[in-house]
T-cell receptor, first 116, second 118 residues
Framework: EAQVTQNPRYLITVTGKKLTVTCSQNMNHEYMSWYRQDPGLGLRQIYYSMNVEVTDKGDVPEGYKVSRKEKRNFPLILESPSPNQTSLYFC???????????????FGEGSRLTVL | AQKITQTQPGMFVQEKEAVTLDCTYDTSDPSYGLFWYKQPSSGEMIFLIYQGSYDQQNATEGRYSLNFQKARKSANLVISASQLGDSAMYFCAMRVELGNFGNEKLTFGTGTRLTIIP
């Protein structure tokens, strides 16, 4: 089954304790990205990756890191989480540039993070 | 810079009526894609429909259609014969290709919460 898998789905942590949210897709997609969803703000892009070892900042990259060592995985790293990073996080993937596909993003189920 | 605007934070619609959810966008790129996602209360993001900037016809997918008016930079979602299961948050989004290296920028609107009344 084609899917994007995120872990953990729910996490409560404390300020400053490093954490990683994993994301894996089994569709051989080139493009992967991370978003955070906050009430009234919609989804905002944190980082994206066009392919292995190619990553770039989205709109709200501060406080986050990513890596793309393998095509299927795109972990989101919070080196020193703060309460303002409490949010719902989504990982998503797609085939590639919009000119070569319908543009559909496949989303993971979301990871709800609370930083105390 | 790219921007998506959804001006309706919430809408209440009677069951079986048609619904139009508004979306306007702003970009200087000639090539872009517009799409709509549905997010039910369970939280997952469900792809509904896609429209490319060069597509001549409005996209349709079952009860969903996208009213694409390029000159007005609008991409409204129309849901015909609404059902109780259509109650959800709806997001309009746009992706544009940046530069010559295939990098893409994806921007979402703030969403419209649609409630279908029995």
């Amino acid at each position: 089954e084609a899917q994007v898998t995120q872990n953990p789905r729910y996490l409560i942590t404390v300020t400053g304790k490093k954490l990683t949210v994993t994301c894996s897709q089994n569709m051989n997609h080139e493009y992967m990205s991370w978003y955070r969803q906050d009430p009234g703000l919609g989804l905002r892009q944190i980082y994206y990756s066009m392919n292995v070892e190619v990553t770039d900042k989205g709109d709200v990259p501060e406080g986050y890191k990513v890596s793309r060592k393998e095509k299927r995985n795109f972990p989101l790293i919070l080196e020193s989480p703060s309460p303002n990073q409490t949010s719902l996080y989504f990982c998503a993937s797609s085939l590639g540039a919009s000119g070569r596909n319908t543009g559909e993003l496949f989303f993971g189920e979301g990871s709800r993070l609370t930083v105390l | 810079a790219q921007k998506i605007t959804q001006t309706q934070p919430g809408m209440f619609v009677q069951e079986k009526e048609a619904v139009t959810l508004d979306c306007t966008y702003d970009t200087s790129d000639p090539s872009y894609g517009l799409f709509w996602y549905k997010q039910p209360s369970s939280g997952e993001m469900i792809f509904l429909i896609y429209q490319g900037s060069y597509d001549q016809q409005n996209a349709t997918e079952g009860r969903y259609s996208l009213n694409f008016q390029k000159a007005r930079k609008s991409a409204n979602l129309v849901i015909s014969a609404s059902q109780l299961g259509d109650s959800a948050m709806y997001f309009c989004a746009m992706r544009v290709e940046l530069g010559n290296f295939g990098n893409e920028k994806l921007t979402f609107g703030t969403g419209t919460r649609l409630t279908i009344i029995p």
